[in-house]
């Protein structure tokens, strides 16, 4: 429970948001979030379901993200817009723009909506993994600042010590978290969606230049389901069907403890090598 | 090879966007490519990848697609806008746009670009499956009009017939090409991309209310990879991951018959049961 006058948690106040002239929304990039080159794509994401989720028109919850990184997007502050193209009975299409200096340096689409009860069933099985205490913390090397604000604990497929050589499958499975913990919620968890680092340098054994040009989420669970979560770990896995000629997708999962679909999630990465 | 005065194919004509004020494309439903309401939502997205395709600052081959079925499409004409959010040295990001009298039906974002010589590796295995002409033609109810355009052979999971009962999973895995056949291209590709009817039909056995809320493509191969293909078969496969209270996911696979795998493709499917 947070005493009244502690400050923010690092990744609420990285997605917080103040009203702008013109409907616009003002935010800040964080150092606490900075990648090697601008901010994590996961905060962006998580900052862009934020800017809707405080619009005063939002119906319901986020069914689907997609995000695009079109371009970077440098140290300090930039402006979000948030416009429902469409709102219909039970669902809502949003169009999002990030921009600093009226350069336009992402893009995103947002379906929001009501759930209602129907028949439902998890045909995806979760990993077999050893609890997290059974695992030991091995995060990212760390001259990655965003990543110290998570614990990941690597079931499999650890980032590789540079040189590491060649590995046969570009598979990571973790348990993380954010580090201090924080209850889950749709932010938190469209961040998590892109904590897998770019799965060529797995395969490859080394770093090379790589970012994210598109991430799609799809959240499948509701807001009782992520508020079930609470500051428990979630258990994500990632890897890639096809690395060609400059661009490899990835395709995550990440489930609660207990078993629970919380979203699937996919991207297209660009690469050098 | 086509005569010069033949009819163009049905997908090409329904494909078709012609020049209209404002920088607008103008294009027409097609009976033929109808669907239980409205159109085939693959023709509409390979409607908004041609849209692009025919821009004059366009740069590249599609990387990647997002569309938005935001609300329903009428029969007739509808407007296409497409706009290049942002230029980068290899890749192109998109907004675009289907409007009919000026309400906005279907948004999409597309990330275009160049393609490298880099080092390339597939490492989905491709589903061991009989050869196309080992398997019977078994298309979908003759009332679906769309689907008349397409051959398709069902290795597993051919759709149900009304009352067949519950099934214990999602997959469907089918040869698929256009009927008549065409030689594969980009849109062509876009369109088979969405040719796996809702996985929920599959696993109640019976057709309950259910429609496309946003669908994502990963274009996997380069323009040679596809002309390669000519009129020959692919193979696609689709499954969910969760169905859960409305809502639920489809993942699909889309190989040549070689093993290439051309794309994959992901999508959020509201349903009734």
Redesign the interface.
């Known amino acids: 429970m947070t005493e009244i006058d502690a400050p923010p948690h690092p990744f609420t106040a990285a997605v917080a948001l103040t009203p702008a002239a013109g409907g616009r929304l003002r935010g800040r990039t964080r150092p606490e979030y900075a990648n090697m080159v601008g901010p994590f794509g996961g905060i962006t994401a998580a900052t862009l379901v934020r800017a809707v989720q405080q619009h005063p028109d939002r119906l319901g919850d986020p ?2 993200l ?1 995000v ?1 990184y ?2 970077p997007v440098a140290d300090g502050d930039f402006d979000v817009t948030a416009r429902p ?2 709102t ?1 009975r ?2 809502q ?1 949003w ?1 999002i723009e990030l921009t600093q200096d009226g ?2 340096a992402t ?3 947002a ?1 929001f ?1 009501l ?10 099985a979760m990993p077999s993994v050893p609890p997290p205490d059974a695992v030991a913390v091995h995060g990212f090397p760390d001259f990655i600042a965003w990543a110290r604000n998570y614990e990941m604990r690597f079931v499999t497929g650890a980032v590789p010590e540079q040189g590491a050589g060649e590995h046969p ?2 598979t990571s499975t973790l348990w993380v978290r954010d580090a201090p913990a924080r209850p889950l919620d749709f932010p938190a968890l469209t961040a998590m969606c892109d904590v897998f680092y770019p799965r060529v340098f797995l ?2 054994g080394r770093y090379v230049a790589a970012g994210t ?2 991430l ?1 989420v ?1 959240f ?3 807001a009782a389901e992520l508020e079930a979560c609470g500051e428990d770990h979630v258990l994500g896995t990632a ?9 490899f ?1 990835q ?1 995550a ?1 990440l489930w609660s403890r207990g078993g629970t ?1 919380l979203a ?1 999630a ?1 991207q ?1 990465v ?4």
Chains 1, 2 share one sequence.
């Open positions: 069914l689907s997609t695009n079109a371009g193209v469409r219909n039970t669902n299409h169009m350069a336009v893009t995103a689409t379906v909506g759930r209602r009860d129907t028949w439902s069933d998890t045909e995806l499958d570009s395969r490859q040009v598109s799609t799809y499948h669970a509701d890897r890639t069907h096809r690395f060609s000629r400059g661009y997708d395709t999962h679909l699937t996919h297209s660009y690469f050098k090598d």
